[in-house]
Every structure is written in structure tokens, then in C-alpha cells.
């Protein structure tokens, strides 16, 4: 079919934006994540995890409006955000040897590395609710990934936006972004059953 | 991890050089279709740092309104 094999259909589309705002789909290196902080009689202690990768997940039409009303100085903000949701992308070979966590001593789900074992292939076929499994062209700098949705969290405005200007990676093309933002949709209001 | 200390309390013994510069050699060395870009960007796992510092202000320093 026009040159096209199967296995290029397995690969995430993405681009590299020129745009100086945040768009929904971005992948931004090193994302602080601000753990916990406090004050106490004048000295403060912060603790922050560093996220390798992460992935913008806020409605790409609410990042357009924030940004646009903050560059046009309109005379209210009620289209400003306060901050951006993001999710991590876990190396695929850290994530199903259970140990993508291991810095922060946290140990988590094995998964089969045999590609026919039935976990591990519901996750490369996105059929595992909370994860969503990635796998990028040559031109990527980025290993195979898995996005975990239960990790999202959310970053500061402009704080995302700095960093973004010298950890930007690229961007996921917009149907492609379509689907994981549909999943993450899903997963989120997903009903709770008692065990 | 327990939870009812906080990150700070938890005596993990971190040590932010090592963790930045966290590359898993082996796996890059063995895993040969992968760039120089993509071990640099694709095989880091998050860590933790704590960062602490004093933020006393005298109060002859501070503005109010």
C-alpha cells in the first residue's frame, strides 16, 4: 500500500513547532514537579521530582486563549490558566522491568517483556486504560515510551513556558494527540467500583 | 514510601549529581538502534532532589502596599 508497511503505522506522528506557546501534545524535557514545600522560622525546604519527559495534555483551544490574552493585555483574565496538565513518559524498558521509579524507591507493576504475553501486548495496542505506549520514528530523540496516566500533574503557567523555550523536544501531531487525550479523558472519569 | 513523612524526612540519601546525570550504561551500550540523542533524552528515570535554604527577610527590607 503506497510503500506503507504496518509497522509504520505503530509510529507517533509528531512535528516541531515553531509556535512560541504551549500547545496540547508538546513533549518538554526535565519538568519539575514541585513534591512539597515548607517554611519553617524563615527557612524553606522544597522538594521536587524531575521528570525527564513529559507530555502537555491541557486543551490546546485553553492554552491558545491563555497565551493570547496574556500577549494582547486584555483588560481581564478570565481566560488565564493557572496552571498546565502534563503526564510522564517512562522509558518503556525501565517501565516493564517495574523499576522507572526506582530513584524515588518506589516499586512498581512488572509487566511480561515477551511481545506475545497478553500484557504486554494490550499495552503496545493501547489497550490498557491508564497507560498509553508511544514509539517515535528515527528522527525522535526519544526511546519507546509509555505515558502513565495516573502520574499526571500540573505546572505552572510560566514556569512550563520557560522551560519550554530550552527543553521543548517536539510536538505530537494533532490526531495522535486527538487519541491520547481522549484516553486520558477516559481514564479520568472512569467509575470507581468497590473491590 | 511512607506516608506520613515528608519527602525531606525520608533520609534517602540523595544525591543530586549522581541522579542528574542518571544514564543506564549498560542498557545504552546494548541497545545499538538507538542514537546518541535518545540516550541522552530517552533514558533518564525521575529523581528527587530537596532543596532547602534560608528565606528570612528583615523586616526593614519588606514593602507593604
Known amino acids: 500500500m503506497f510503500g506503507l508497511t504496518k509497522e509504520m503505522f505503530k509510529l507517533v506522528r509528531t512535528t516541531y513547532l515553531q509556535a512560541d506557546r504551549i500547545n496540547q501534545g508538546d513533549i518538554i524535557s526535565d519538568v519539575e514537579f514541585i513534591e512539597a514545600a515548607e517554611e519553617i522560622d524563615g527557612i524553606i525546604t522544597v522538594a521536587k521530582i524531575i521528570f525527564p519527559l513529559v507530555i502537555v495534555l491541557t486543551q490546546d483551544c485553553d492554552l491558545t486563549w491563555d497565551f493570547d490574552s496574556r500577549q494582547i493585555g486584555s483588560s481581564n483574565q478570565d481566560k488565564y490558566l493557572f496552571s498546565i496538565i502534563v503526564a510522564p513518559l517512562y522509558n518503556y524498558e525501565h517501565f516493564i522491568n517495574g523499576d522507572h521509579l526506582s530513584e524515588l524507591h518506589q516499586k512498581m507493576a512488572i509487566i511480561p517483556s515477551k511481545m506475545t504475553a497478553t500484557a504486554n501486548k494490550n499495552l503496545r495496542q493501547n489497550e490498557t486504560p491508564r497507560y498509553h505506549y508511544l514509539e517515535f520514528d528515527s528522527t525522535v530523540p526519544i526511546v519507546n515510551s509509555v505515558i502513565d496516566f495516573k502520574h499526571y500533574f500540573t505546572v505552572n503557567v510560566q514556569k512550563l513556558q520557560k522551560q519550554k523555550t530550552e527543553h521543548y523536544v517536539c510536538s505530537v501531531s494533532e490526531l495522535f494527540r486527538e487519541r491520547i487525550s481522549q484516553r486520558f479523558a477516559s481514564y479520568l472519569s472512569r467509575i470507581g467500583l468497590p473491590n | ?65
Not at chain 2, 1 to 7: F, G, L, V, Y
Open chain 2, 1 to 65: 514510601m511512607s506516608s506520613d513523612k515528608m519527602p525531606w524526612d525520608l533520609n534517602l540519601d540523595i544525591s543530586v549529581e549522581s541522579q542528574k546525570d542518571y544514564v543506564s550504561k549498560t542498557e545504552a551500550e546494548t541497545n545499538n538502534d538507538i542514537d546518541d540523542h535518545k540516550k541522552k533524552y530517552g533514558l533518564g528515570k525521575p529523581y528527587r532532589t530537596i532543596v532547602r535554604g534560608d528565606v528570612r527577610i528583615d523586616k526593614g527590607d519588606v514593602q507593604i502596599g
